[in-house]
């Protein structure tokens, strides 16, 4: 297990030291430049964006030409990268550092794919992601920026409007068959219930100056 340790804080030190050394060396490559040009483009690593309860799998090329240690790592908002997994090209067992489980990070190689399987993924899994690789140099590729979106607010937005929709839907519908309807037959049907109305209650009432007597 101590290896796949110092192969992760080793990593996490030298892209530490590879981060300003790039930064450093690309500001005076830039003023090397201004006399020539004023525009200089560096492309950002490929946006993944998913959705909560998703399943995501990143992957990159193992160019190892000999056995040696193989890991993943993250960074959040320029903080100092974590470790993830790290495991022997040649050696199936993997190991998981800083927390990370393996019930929801899964790393596994075929012979020149790396992957690294995040299942049902949360907002708090979006970051920067990256492997790295060691035998006598270290080598970091593939550098993907994960963006999980809350999937709970959409499906909210979504019976939202399918609640608006329906409302309006129910309103058109109502208005078209009030419009379909002939006046006359509407004032008739409005009428006659009154007057059946009027029957009924007459019925109830008695006349309080006749006298009535029950026969048999």
């Not at 490559?29 to 990143?58: A, I, Q």
């Not at 990159?60 to 056995?67: E, H, R, T």
């Not at 929801?104 to 399987?117: D, H």
Request: net charge neutral; hydrophobic share 45%; charged share 15%.
């Amino acid at each position: 297990i101590s290896r796949p340790l110092r192969f992760c804080d080793s990593s996490i030190d030298l892209v530490s030291h590879i981060v300003v050394t790039f930064y450093s060396q690309l500001l005076t490559f830039v003023r090397s430049l201004s006399d020539l040009t004023r525009v200089v483009c560096v492309s950002p690593p490929p946006l993944m964006v998913v959705h909560s309860g998703e399943n995501v799998t990143l992957q990159c090329i193992n160019v190892l030409k000999k056995p040696g240690h193989v890991g993943w790592f993250k960074q959040v908002n320029g903080s100092e990268p974590l470790c993830i997994t790290s495991m022997w090209s040649s050696v199936p067992t993997v190991h998981h550092q800083n927390g990370f489980q393996g019930r929801s990070m899964k790393m596994f190689m075929t012979n020149i794919t790396i992957f690294l399987t995040i299942t049902e993924v949360e907002v708090a899994d979006s970051g920067l992601y990256f492997c790295g690789m060691s035998d006598t140099y270290f080598i970091f590729a593939n550098a993907t920026v994960l963006k999980v979106q809350d999937g709970t607010m959409n499906l909210f937005l979504l019976v939202v409007i399918l609640g608006v929709v329906t409302a309006v839907l129910l309103i058109i519908i109502l208005i078209l068959v009030l419009e379909n309807q002939d006046p006359d037959a509407l004032n008739y049907a409005a009428l006659n219930f009154t007057s059946k109305k009027k029957e009924r209650r007459g019925e109830k009432e008695l006349d309080p100056h006749v006298v009535y007597a029950a026969t048999r």
